[in-house]
């Protein structure tokens, strides 16, 4: 309250109105007074002189008697005034022996006054003079009155009477009068001073909850039980609070909807002001470019898009105020990138801009999938129709007269048409697996049995080929395991004949297992000491018709591997490779452990 400007302007302002009303009033009451006492005081002194004048005029025998004389007019105490008598020609016939103080400093200057300017003037024979004194307070009232006797002018009366004791008195008033109202001045401060802090009160409040309004707390509320425009401004500021933490919950909820609605988008969104500042991401951004190596950790902006010329691009679509849609690619990633200029709410100046990111390397992945699927199945089917074809027309054409050469393109094209038939089935298993329209069950078998029966089937087909097999139990006999164990014989099958198909004679084909606590799991190796994967086609081997021989030299349909994939992904179990061109590859994938209970159903 002691800071409050408004209270203090309001008690200085009433200061200045009060002392400006005294000075008014004091310079009115002065030239009023003045002017009053004045009229009053020449009035009475003219109808003295005019009394005197006749006196004489009736009584010329009075001027010769002195002491008659020296008794009326020597003393102001009967006159109030001193009286002068001067003949036509300017002498003085009498004077008064004791003349006022005030009349007496000035007598010299008013007698030689007299005689110089009054006497005998026409125009001033029945006036009066002011004679100045050396102060405004210090005047001298001169009367000129002829006596006439036998209609000629004998002789002047001339009265002669100050004004200093009238203006004093004048000016003693005017004391009291400033007396008074400083008096009242500082009376009238105490309820001015009141009612301003009355005034002044709600106005702080009402400033202290408008400040709180600014820190985000909508809940203050000012009181409205003042009366009048303090109270209509209460009741409007309180009402304007609501609407506007109304307003503001509105927005919030608003602000949280579309946060989360670009949250829950996959596209990375960004946008930055005029100064290419980013002022807004969505949680989409902080992964999308997880498989960019990022450089410069130094940089926020390329922490956030990892890319100098995006950030570039940001600034040329601010300046252009166009939009930039354009691809990034990589080697192991590839993103879509669309810029768009943000204007002003009059849609002319340009403050920024809004840039979205979509990581498309799946899609090109998928597209570049569906296109080797297209040529790899049209190769796989075309090289047995194209076989098929040049059998059957010559047949059909009557070109083959031996029955024995007749009997080997039938038995060419009994060969072609199983092998387009197993291409077919893969395919379609394959397909049923991913679409998990192939179902089949998963319960408790023995491992050590079934890789035991794969020994057996397969060493005499091994040792045909030239190659060293064997089955190894690493942690000796394994735990009953869950899965299928036709479709766990399936892949075993698929891993060793690939195994074979690129492991030259003299090499090796191992299936060791394993039994591992930590993880609770069976681990089933297929190991071979072929001429391995080059490690640019080792993150594709699992894909349809990928052959890690690219000149296509080996036969099969490049859809072994994606089925055994997808036949343990269905079992939920996992299947990696690890090889070193040139010198072999191990395929491992996992079997669960299943416990006592489990085992026992």
């Known amino acids: 309250m002691n800071k409050s400007i408004l209270l203090r302007r309001t008690i200085i302002l009433l200061l200045i109105a009060l002392f400006a009303s005294a000075a008014f009033t004091t310079l009115a009451f002065t030239l009023a007074g003045k002017s009053a006492t004045f009229s009053i005081q020449s009035e009475q002194a003219m109808s003295q002189a005019d009394s005197l004048a006749s006196l004489f005029t009736n009584s010329p025998e009075l001027i010769e008697d002195e002491a008659l004389m020296d008794a009326l007019f020597s003393s102001t105490s009967i006159t109030s005034r001193d009286i002068f008598i001067f003949s036509i020609d300017g002498h003085i016939i009498y004077q008064p022996s004791n003349p006022s103080p005030e009349d007496a400093k000035y007598l010299g200057s008013i007698i030689d006054y007299v005689q110089k300017n009054m006497l005998s003037k026409s125009e001033t024979e029945n006036g009066y003079k002011i004679l100045e004194g050396n102060s405004s307070i210090d005047q001298i009232l001169v009367i000129q009155r002829p006596v006439i006797i036998d209609g000629t002018t004998s002789f002047y009366v001339v009265s002669v009477s100050s004004t200093t004791e009238s203006n004093t ?101 960004v946008v930055v002001d005029a100064e290419n500042r980013p002022i807004f991401t969505n949680k989409a951004v902080s992964t999308i470019f997880s498989k960019v190596q990022k450089k410069n950790l130094f940089t926020e902006r390329l922490q956030l898009i990892p890319f100098d010329e995006v950030w570039n691009d940001f600034e040329l679509c601010i300046s252009d105020t166009e939009a930039i849609d354009k691809t990034i690619e990589g080697p192991d990633y590839a993103y879509h990138i669309a810029i768009f200029p943000k204007f002003d709410i009059d849609n002319v100046t340009c403050i920024g801009a809004t840039g979205f990111f979509r990581d498309i390397s799946e899609e090109l992945k998928l597209e570049r999938t569906r296109k080797d699927y297209v040529a790899n199945i049209s190769h796989e089917l075309r090289t047995p129709l194209q076989t098929l074809r040049g059998l059957i027309e010559p047949l059909s054409d009557g070109m083959v007269k031996k029955e024995e050469d007749k009997q080997r393109y039938y038995g060419i094209i009994l060969h072609e048409t199983l092998r387009l038939s197993r291409l077919i089935d893969d395919m379609l298993e394959l397909s049923k697996l991913q679409s998990r329209t192939l179902a089949f069950k998963t319960f408790p078998f023995d491992l050590n049995e079934l890789l035991m029966d794969i020994e057996t089937k397969f060493m005499p087909v091994m040792k045909d080929a030239g190659l060293n097999f064997k089955v190894s139990f690493n942690t000796g006999e394994l735990p009953t395991v869950m899965g299928n164990p036709d479709r766990v014989e399936q892949i075993i099958v698929i891993l060793m004949d690939n195994a074979k198909k690129y492991t030259s004679a003299g090499g090796s084909i191992t299936i060791a297992a394993e039994y591992h606590e930590d993880t609770d799991k069976v681990l089933v190796s297929v190991i071979d000491t072929g001429q391995g994967i080059h490690e640019y086609d080792i993150n594709h081997i699992f894909d349809r018709f990928f052959k890690a021989d690219r000149a296509r030299g080996k036969k099969g349909t490049g859809l072994g591997l994606a089925i055994a994939k997808e036949l343990l992904t269905y079992m939920g179990e996992d299947i990696t490779v690890q090889s070193v061109y040139g010198e072999g590859t191990t395929f491992t994938f996992t079997l669960k452990r299943v416990g006592a209970q489990a085992a026992w159903y």
């Not at 008096?183 to 106005?203: G, H, S």
């Open 169 to 269: 008195t004048v000016l003693q008033f005017v004391n009291v009068l400033l007396i008074s109202t400083m008096f009242a001045a500082f009376v009238m401060l105490i309820p001015v001073y009141l009612v301003t802090r009355r005034i002044v009160e709600p106005i702080n409040k009402i400033s202290e909850t408008a400040r709180i309004y600014a820190s985000g707390d909508f809940t203050a509320r000012i009181q409205e039980e003042y009366k009048g425009e303090i109270g209509e401004i209460s009741s409007s500021f309180n009402y304007l609070a609501d609407q506007l933490s109304k307003s503001i919950s509105d927005l919030t909820i608003e602000r949280n909807r579309l946060k989360d609605v670009f949250d829950v988008i996959t596209e990375g969104i």
